[in-house]
């Protein structure tokens, strides 16, 4: 009886001791990513931080915004060390690659080297998240930290990378991920990296970049408004809009419009959406220095918006060309398309 009071004594004291030290909050930790292609642990405060039932659905995703943190940091016009090159964490392979690659004297890689190993490896660890049977469960936007453009019904995805070519003309790479009614998925990848397996980038897409994607409801279904901006020179810009719907899965384009323009005065507020109204509205006034093509009807024949400043350019231009100082289109849903409201707008004329 006595050896049993021990035993049980002994017992309740180890259970005692277990539960007081369950009891003691840990200090919160910066997030720890493991990455499974390297099995590098990498700690980084600033990881989003994001909450995935599927384990390796989870390591993709943690993987790929430790990748996109570091992508962002390649500097422009950079050169990198032999050891500066370690923050990317890069294989061995990787880096031999790279330093075969740039043939400069002292052995340093310039950023766009850099740029394109680090493309293809999220060009890889995207594509196992955007096959990923249970990928439908979630909205992109809350799981990729930033570089996405999701419509807000979540089923229409696009997905722009900065390609850091090093010019002022701002091209990206582009991925899109829709999601259909039925629950099948489609998705594009960049030209430029693409695998002869893969599904390339619709054109309708691959641009510069789009800053957000509406769902308007039709009378033959849904489709979206998307409007985007580039940056094509120092002092040069593009916006565009444009209306798309699927059929079998591919985009149809119902509407687009783009301008082109010098960025004195105006810089990615030409082109105005109002969704309330279903409105699209474009307003341009060229600067002195400015000789912008426009048009708002986009047939065949260009408008020319100019100022005294270029007497030459409008002397050589083709005869039946529309001239202009300044430029408005009023575009109006009709139920299924953009058209244009020609009693509000004021264009160019001969």
Request: with cysteine.
């Amino acid at each position: 009886m006595r050896n049993l009071y021990n035993y049980l004594w002994m017992m309740l004291l180890a259970l005692s001791t277990a539960c007081s030290q369950q009891s003691k909050k840990p200090e919160k930790a910066a997030p720890v990513v493991r990455i499974k292609a390297h099995s590098i642990p990498i700690k980084l405060d600033s990881v989003k931080e994001v909450t995935i039932r599927e384990a390796d659905l989870k390591a993709w995703v943690d993987e790929l915004n430790i990748r996109l943190a570091l992508y962002d940091s390649i500097l422009f016009k950079q050169t990198y060390s032999l050891q500066q090159l370690s923050k990317f964490k890069l294989t061995k392979l990787e880096v031999d690659s790279l330093r075969t690659a740039d043939d400069s004297e002292n052995g340093d890689v310039s950023n766009y080297y850099v740029s394109a190993v680090y493309q293809k490896i999220i060009y890889r660890i995207l594509q196992k998240i955007l096959t990923h049977p249970h990928i439908q469960d979630y909205n992109l936007s809350d799981i990729i930290d930033g570089h996405v453009t999701a419509s807000d019904d979540g089923k229409l995805y696009l997905i722009h990378l900065s390609e850091n070519t090093g010019g002022s003309y701002k091209t990206a790479l582009s991925w899109m991920h829709y999601r259909d009614e039925e629950g099948k998925i489609r998705n594009s990848y960049p030209e430029q990296l693409t695998a002869e397996k893969d599904t390339v980038m619709n054109p309708t897409f691959g641009y510069g970049g789009f800053g957000f994607i509406k769902k308007i409801n039709t009378k033959t279904g849904v489709k979206y408004i998307m409007q985007g901006y580039t940056a094509t020179c120092t002092t040069c810009a593009d916006e565009y809009i444009q209306l798309v719907h699927f059929k079998l899965g591919e985009p149809v384009v119902d509407f687009y419009y783009s301008i082109s323009y010098r960025t004195y005065n105006d810089e990615g507020d030409v082109i105005t959406f109002d969704q309330q109204y279903k409105v699209i509205k474009v307003v341009h006034q060229p600067s002195v220095d400015d000789f912008d093509a426009c048009k708002c009807n986009g047939g065949e024949t260009d408008s020319i918006l100019d100022t005294e400043r270029h007497p030459t350019e409008i002397e050589d231009t083709d005869e039946g060309i529309k001239h202009g100082k300044s430029l408005v289109c009023i575009f109006r849903f009709n139920g299924e398309t953009f058209v244009l409201d020609k009693k509000r707008s004021r264009l160019p004329k001969l």
